[in-house]
Nanobody, 112 residues
């Protein structure tokens, strides 16, 4: 079991950057898959990026080349660096462990 809390969301202009953080309540070393997902009203939650225990990453086509997922074991934290943000990236972003535990989410709004 693990509790997750996201932070780092906010309002940013198109083309800007944000870094999301997901703090875990325990060590994340043994969590073999962690990821970031996002959801907008009326739509299903969609995968943004995942990272495995071995460091293998996977990205949605819509964010490839712009977003980077990473983790810091010592800080028990998962990150999502988001660059070249677009209005269509606007959503609530959620952190996940094993696709079974979820944080409460953090709002990202991309608008001029």
């Amino acid at each position: 079991q693990v509790q997750l809390v996201e932070s780092g969301g906010g309002l940013v202009q198109p083309g800007g950057s944000l870094r999301l953080s997901c703090a875990a309540s325990r060590s994340i070393v043994s969590i073999n898959v962690m990821g970031w997902y996002r959801q907008t009203p009326g739509k299903e939650r969609e995968l943004v990026a995942t990272i495995t225990f071995g460091g293998r990453t996977n990205y949605a086509d819509s964010v490839k080349g712009r977003f980077t997922i990473s983790r810091d074991y010592a800080k028990k934290t998962l990150y999502l660096q988001m660059n070249s943000l677009k209005p269509e990236d606007t959503a609530v972003y959620y952190c996940s462990a094993w696709e079974n535990y979820w944080g409460p989410g953090t709002q990202v709004t991309v608008s001029s």
